[in-house]
Nanobody, 122 residues
Framework: QVQLVESGGGLVQAGGSLRLSCAAS????????MGWFRQAPGKEREFVAA????????AYADSVKGRFTISRDNAKNTVYLQMNSLKPEDTAVYYC???????????????WGQGTQVTVSS
């Protein structure tokens, strides 16, 4: 069992930056691939970024590539999402999730945080 708690969301103007954090507790963090997903009102949850167990391999949705960076610190049991050049369309609840496999599919993730709201004003 893994418990995940996100933080760092908030209100930011377009073009600004935020860094989300996701702290994990429970089983050994380094055995899990980690992902970030987001869900906007009236839309389905969508993949944002993923990190392999070591953090060497990463993947991004096309919509955030070049603007967002996923990273992890296994010593601190934490995964981060650095979000730069934010746009109003990035507004959503952001979730971190843990999976036994490195994947961009939500159905492959077994553990989820409660989410943190990110709002980007124009």
């Amino acid at each position: 069992q893994v418990q995940l708690v996100e933080s760092g969301g908030g209100l930011v103007q377009a073009g600004g930056s935020l860094r989300l954090s996701c702290a994990a507790s429970g089983r050994t963090f380094s055995i899990y691939a980690m992902g970030w997903f987001r869900q906007a009102p009236g839309k389905e949850r969508e993949f944002v970024a993923a990190s392999s167990r070591s953090g060497i391999d990463t993947a991004y949705a096309d919509s955030v590539k070049g603007r967002f960076t996923i990273s992890r610190d296994n010593a601190k049991n934490t995964v981060y999402l650095q979000m730069n050049s934010l746009k109003p369309e990035d507004t959503a609840v952001y979730y971190c999730a843990a999976s036994a496999q490195y994947s961009g599919r939500a159905r492959d993730y077994d553990y989820w945080g409660q989410g943190t709201q990110v709002t980007v004003s124009s």
